[in-house]
């Protein structure tokens, strides 16, 4: 539960009155950058179930393709000691946490599985391009003798 404000504005009188009450539902921090005159929002609570989903499932889509974008531009880099692969499972673990902790209870039980099926797959192959890093920093070594 977020303690937030309401608007409540009527048409008739072009009233609008706010109201201080306990909201509960998704919490989201609007990274729109446009200046303006007006109220500055910094933070929301979304309580309609269906526009959290559809925002979530947006949010968790950009995320998934950065990670698989990271993921198909690997063999480009020139990351010769792992830490960059590290540090993306390691992001990966945490996003993952998040998704089964903060939004389960806002999407469907067959997204999240499927979700977290594909978070499965691209963390494997995190792991295969990990252990053929070690593998050459091995044999490179071994052949210096």
Known sequence: ????????KKQGNNVAKIASQ???GFKFKPKNKVKYNGVKVNEMV???????????RRKIK?????YLDYVVNLSDSDDTDGTKIEMA???LTRYKSIIKRKYRKYLEQRYVELLLK???LIEYELR????????EE???KGKSR
């Open 1 to 8: 539960m977020a303690k937030g404000y309401s608007i409540d």
């Open 22 to 24: 306990n909201i509960d």
């Open 46 to 56: 979304f309580i309609n179930n269906s526009f959290i989903e559809n925002i979530l």
């Open 62 to 66: 950009n995320r998934l393709d950065l």
């Open 89 to 91: 499972m390691n992001d």
């Open 118 to 120: 594909k978070i499965d």
């Open 128 to 135: 295969m391009k990990y252990y053929s890093y070690e593998k």
């Open 138 to 140: 091995v044999e490179e």
